[in-house]
């Protein structure tokens, strides 16, 4: 597959002080996202509440990171990752994601997920790795070339 929109080439850069925070009901539907979270993800609140969050998934993203996170929760376990984001613009940003669930009187009630920005070297490693990722499951690909 080929992606030829230019967009997919404009990063929105997370600034230093900044933290994501979502909250998502046991399916990924978006029950709650920060001012942070609507600014870089070029999302008004009204838009990300009530849908699935994968609507800021990136096609670079290989589908096994998802398979981990997933799996990882399952055990009821924190999942962290680096994760590369689709904006509503189709620019795209880059995060280290840590996402657990909410637990109340020990029964999973939620999941919630704290997004930091990641420094351009763990952008450079990442984007590589996924690409290798989706070449060796046989999914889409392209390269993106940093300069």
């Known amino acids: 597959m080929e992606f030829n929109e230019s967009e997919f080439l404009v990063e929105t850069t997370v600034p230093e002080n900044e933290l994501i925070i979502s909250r998502t009901d046991l399916n990924g539907v978006i029950t709650y996202a920060n001012e942070t979270f609507c600014e870089i993800s070029g999302y ?3 838009e990300l509440i009530g849908k699935p969050h994968n609507i800021v998934r990136h096609p670079d993203m290989p589908r096994s990171v998802f398979t981990d996170l997933w799996q990882t929760l399952d055990a009821k376990k924190q999942w962290k990752g680096v994760v590369k984001n689709l904006r509503k613009d189709r620019g795209f940003y880059w995060v280290e994601a840590i996402i657990s669930g909410v637990y109340k009187n020990g029964e999973l009630i939620e999941y919630k997920s704290l997004r930091t ?4 070297s763990d952008k450079l490693k990442n984007q590589r790795l996924y690409d290798r990722i989706r070449e060796a499951h046989g999914e889409a690909k392209r390269t993106v070339i940093y300069k």
Do not use: N, T
């Not at 920005?117 to 351009?120: G, H, L, R």
């Open 44 to 46: 008004a609140l009204e």
């Open 117 to 120: 920005p990641i420094s351009y």
